[in-house]
């Protein structure tokens, strides 16, 4: 079966830029799309189709995808971005969520 | 506003089934792909089914194929999932998610919103 395999964490000063990375086979032949989870509330999609933002998500998210690797970027990270990040992908009709990644904004 | 209300977790003992629902409203149910995904404590986000607009198109997780059964009902605006030989491993707070296509499969599909979820205890 097809895997996503994430970071467990990433920690990140105020202001500063987080990397996130997604990595699976050929993922770059696929869409990705991240979603952002904080404690006891429900995912929200932070990015769709590799790089777009859905209306009301901050411009200092941006997304990329090639190759075997997406990636999420949080640019001036604000404290309010500290959560659980999942990249999706879908495989032969099968959705499969990332590992998921613990962003701390230190 | 779009809402999306699941309904019937609770405390379950092994091999007996339970019968998730999810109410929708704020849009056009039957034009959308519903999915089901599920997070055990502590853990990861899990897909574990989907069904078309027109109930078509259905796929489940290789982790519950032949226990759960994905289901809706247009006319009620819900969503379902009926589970049968439930295992402790599928304990988890169950969510229901719209998709943002009336069929999935496509590749680039997400999900918005999702619902708060239900929780399935799955014990002795």
């Known amino acids: 079966s097809y895997e996503l395999t994430q970071p467990p964490s990433v920690s990140v000063s105020p202001g500063q830029t987080a990397s996130i990375t997604c990595s699976g086979n050929k993922l770059g032949d696929k869409y990705a799309c991240w979603y952002q989870q904080k404690p006891g509330q429900s995912p929200v999609v932070v990015i769709y189709q590799n790089s777009k933002r859905p209306s009301g998500i901050p411009e200092r998210f941006s997304g990329s995808n090639s190759g075997n690797t997406a990636t999420l970027t949080i640019s001036g990270t604000q404290a309010m971005d500290e959560a659980d990040y999942y990249c999706q992908a879908w495989d032969s009709s099968t959705n499969v969520f990332g590992t998921g990644t613990k962003v701390t904004v230190l | 506003e779009v809402q999306l209300v699941e309904s019937g977790g609770g405390l379950v003992q092994p091999g007996r089934s339970l019968r998730l629902s999810c109410a929708a409203s704020?849009?056009?149910?039957?034009?959308?792909?519903m999915h089901w995904v599920r997070q055990a404590p502590g853990k990861g986000l899990e897909w574990v089914s989907g069904?078309?607009?027109?109930?078509?198109?259905?796929g489940y997780a290789d982790s519950v194929k032949g226990r759960f059964t994905i289901s809706r009902d247009n006319a009620k605006n819900s969503l379902y999932l009926q589970m049968n030989s439930l295992r402790a491993e599928d304990t988890a707070l169950y969510y229901c998610a719209k998709d943002i296509y009336g069929d999935y499969g496509f590749g680039d599909n997400w999900f918005d919103p999702w619902g708060q979820g239900t929780l399935v205890t799955v014990s002795s």
């Open positions: 069904i078309s607009w027109n109930s078509g198109n259905i």
């Open positions: 704020g849009f056009t149910f039957d034009d959308y792909a």
